[in-house]
């Protein structure tokens, strides 16, 4: 949970969930609790409450002069209600939040000028709380409308922090299949890059921690083909970052792993808008022939494949055992701008499809796939694309679907996230569920040859498991090889390590079984 000292150091501010925790028998799905702000100072035991208890607070930044907070925040205490989160300010002794904002979609990143006339905030559709890159905003702290600074530019900022002087922000920001950071000049809205095409922050939010001085900027930064993520020191030059690294913690992990070396593919998608790929071939590049390839879509949609260390969700695991994994960043990825992102928007599983076998067609254009024996695999958003591909075309000779969405209407019913689907459907599943039925890939069963791995946690709040029994049934029915494996205890994503050795054991032998000729 978010926490956070004051700037007069006399107190400290941090979020904790309202009232008892739910028993679970009988389960009661909605509402849960609520995110409540505290404060506590420096040798007392007795928290004070800043905020009222039937609000949420999802983040949260203190004044300049620590007599008040902006905040992200709530109605509703579930998942599905930071979708439609505003922005208040509240003060510091507690009291009624004041909404500043009407926004129609989420905020992030809070920060205060240095004289605390106005806050800055990173604005965007975002398919995840966390996943944070948009545009940035500057708003008057008594109110009014918010001005865009970086309206039309071409990456996607993700955190923002004023200089001293009130009148530029740092910032970082998600850019093609890197980051980058440079300065936002408030009055004109230019943004000056000092570092590009480097990977820092955590593996969703590019982030940087910005001396009081803002001279210099501390980091986790990973870089292909050298080191995974460790601390590094920039200080900031007109004319760029000189870095100093700090740390040397995996020098065991980095030194006994055999990495796969990451290509950067340029190509045209659809619309013949430029789109952006990394290729890793096989360690061990075959004797003979072109290998197998394993499309590897990430998850959100509002995530982006990123040039570093290890390549993500299982593309070094791939490549270890034999096969090229690329990965595309198609419309609806960070890194490209705003516009970019939201051509997603009522339009999953068209054409950033077009754009997932573009980027397929270009490998084997240049030689590193053999377009008979390519595979498909992804988590998430990943997971519905590797359905929904096999129910469109019939290119992939295998697909692995991890916690991956096949019915949009009983997936409505179930998830804790149904704003979700209505903001990236663009539609509800009581006025259009013809549009529901559309963009599932359960509708085209009757379609579908591909061996389908299916992989899911069993308590999956996000995207419940019935989705995995759905397509499992279905494709079963058809006579489609189909593995169906559910993780007990697991939610979204597997946490136990036998069941992630268990998963990536299976999905290696899946691949192997239907894109090796020797398998």
């Given at each position: 949970l978010l926490v956070a000292w004051a700037p007069?150091?006399?107190?400290?501010?941090?979020?904790?969930?309202?009232?008892?925790?739910?028993?679970?028998?009988?389960?009661?799905?909605?509402?849960?609790?609520?995110?409540?702000?505290?404060?506590?100072?420096?040798?007392?035991?007795?928290?004070?409450?800043?905020?009222?208890?039937n609000v949420t607070v999802w983040e949260f930044a203190w004044s300049p002069k620590s007599d008040q907070l902006a905040v992200f925040f709530s109605a509703g205490p579930d998942e599905t209600d930071y979708y439609r989160g505003q922005i208040g300010m509240v003060s510091a002794t507690g009291g009624a939040i004041t909404q500043r904002t009407r926004l129609d979609r989420q905020a992030a990143a809070l920060t205060w000028s240095p004289d605390g006339s106005r806050i800055a905030y990173v604005s965007g559709e975002w398919s995840d709380r966390g996943l944070v890159g948009g545009d940035v905003?500057?708003?008057?702290?008594?109110?009014?409308?918010?001005?865009?600074?970086?309206?039309?530019?071409?990456?996607?900022?993700?955190?923002?922090?004023?200089?001293?002087?009130?009148?530029?922000?740092?910032?970082?920001?998600?850019?093609?299949?890197?980051?980058?950071?440079?300065w936002l000049d408030e009055a004109t809205g230019t943004a000056t890059a000092l570092a590009r095409d480097l990977?820092?922050?955590?593996?969703?939010?590019?982030?940087?921690?910005?001396?009081?001085?803002?001279?210099?900027?501390?980091?986790?930064?990973?870089?292909?083909?050298?080191?995974?993520?460790e601390l590094y020191l920039g200080t900031l030059r007109a004319d760029g970052i000189s870095w100093r690294r700090l740390t040397h913690l995996n020098a065991a992990l980095e030194e006994s792993t055999a990495v796969s070396p990451t290509r950067v593919l340029h190509f045209t998608g659809a619309d013949g808008w430029d789109v952006e790929a990394l290729y890793n071939p096989p360690v061990k590049p075959p004797a003979s022939g072109t290998p197998p390839l394993v499309l590897n879509v990430h998850g959100g949609p509002s995530s982006a494949w990123v040039n570093n260390w290890s390549g993500g969700f299982l593309t070094q695991l791939l490549c270890g055992a034999g096969f090229g994994v690329l990965r595309v960043n198609s419309r609806g990825s960070m890194g490209r701008g705003v516009a970019f992102a939201d051509a997603v928007l009522g339009d999953m599983g068209g054409k950033d499809l077009e754009d997932l076998l573009a980027g397929v067609d270009e490998a084997v254009r240049l030689g590193l796939a053999d377009p008979e024996r390519v595979g498909i695999a992804g988590w998430s958003y990943g997971?519905?694309?590797?359905?929904?591909a096999v129910s469109q075309v019939t290119r992939f000779k295998a697909a692995v679907m991890g916690a991956g969405i096949c019915d949009y209407l009983s997936f409505h019913a179930q998830t804790n996230i149904p704003d979700w689907?209505?903001?990236?459907?663009?539609?509800?599943?009581?006025?259009?569920?013809?549009?529901?039925?559309?963009?599932?890939?359960?509708?085209?069963?009757?379609?579908?040859q591909?061996?389908?791995?299916?992989?899911?946690?069993?308590?999956?709040?996000?995207?419940?498991?019935?989705?995995?029994?759905?397509?499992?049934?279905?494709?079963?029915?058809?006579?489609?090889?189909?593995?169906?494996?559910?993780?007990?205890?697991?939610?979204?994503?597997?946490?136990?390590k036998a069941h992630i050795e268990d998963m990536e054991s299976r999905i290696v032998r899946w691949l192997s079984r239907y894109l090796k000729s020797e398998g």
């Open positions: 007069d150091g006399k107190r400290l501010a941090f979020l904790s969930l309202e009232g008892p925790e739910l028993s679970g028998d009988p389960i009661m799905p909605a509402p849960g609790r609520h995110r409540r702000l505290w404060t506590v100072r420096p040798g007392s035991d007795s928290p004070e409450p800043v905020t009222p208890s905003f500057t708003l008057a702290a008594q109110g009014g409308e918010p001005r865009n600074l970086t309206e039309g530019i071409m990456c996607s900022p993700s955190l923002v922090r004023w200089q001293a002087d009130g009148k530029r922000l740092l910032y970082a920001a998600w850019d093609g299949v890197g980051h980058q950071v440079g990977v820092i922050g955590e593996p969703a939010w590019p982030k940087v921690s910005a001396s009081a001085t803002m001279d210099a900027i501390a980091v986790t930064r990973t870089i292909a083909g050298e080191h995974s993520l997971g519905f694309m590797a359905a929904w689907d209505m903001r990236f459907l663009k539609a509800t599943p009581t006025e259009d569920p013809a549009t529901y039925r559309e963009k599932s890939a359960l509708s085209y069963a009757t379609r579908i591909t061996p389908t791995l299916i992989l899911h946690g069993e308590q999956d709040a996000c995207v419940p498991v019935n989705q995995a029994y759905a397509f499992a049934r279905a494709l079963t029915e058809r006579g489609v090889p189909v593995e169906l494996v559910i993780y007990p205890r697991e939610g979204h994503g597997p946490q136990e």
